[in-house]
């Protein structure tokens, strides 16, 4: 009988550690974790973010590809906060639509520069951003259980992925 109890806590301890981190619904796909949170609260920020700061950019840079950039980094991460708010939703998980300090402090640097040194600031930034975007997209294909936020991850990856790969081809110049 003592060898068998070892058994009760490690039972009782993986139970708890697997409804813990999720709200359960009607069905499977209502069901997520601290990371589909954390994730989500992360993309609806950096969406908002490039929106925010794309119209800056297509309304001030000197280059027209920088400004041409900042119309996709609009029109794309509008679209992408569209469907994120969608599934967020459906999981009663809210999303942001204000910007942390952090990218209100870059926004309103922005704001002060002209020119070739707003191009510069501005495209150097979407590199960094990108490059984090990138990173805590892969955090959640590991750690992710709701398969609507997955699906999402997977989809705006690729775009993510390229955005990086213009930004980084635009920021050559500067």
Known sequence: MKSRMWFIPIAVISFAL???GCKKGDGDNSIYNVSDSVFVSKASMA????ITAGQIAADSALDPSIAQFGEM???EHTMAQQQLQSIASQLGISIS???DQEHQMF???LLDLK????DSVYIHRQVVDHEKVIDFFKNESGHGLQKDIKSYMY???RNVTMHLTAARTLAQNY
Not at 47 to 50: I, L, R, T, V, W
Not at 115 to 118: D, E, L, S, T
């Open 155 to 157: 989809l705006t990856l």
């Open 18 to 20: 697997n409804v813990s």
């Open 73 to 75: 980094m609009v029109s």
């Open 97 to 99: 639509n204000t910007l």
């Open 107 to 109: 926004v309103d640097s």
């Open 115 to 118: 020119g070739r040194a707003f």
């Open 47 to 50: 969406n908002f973010a490039e």
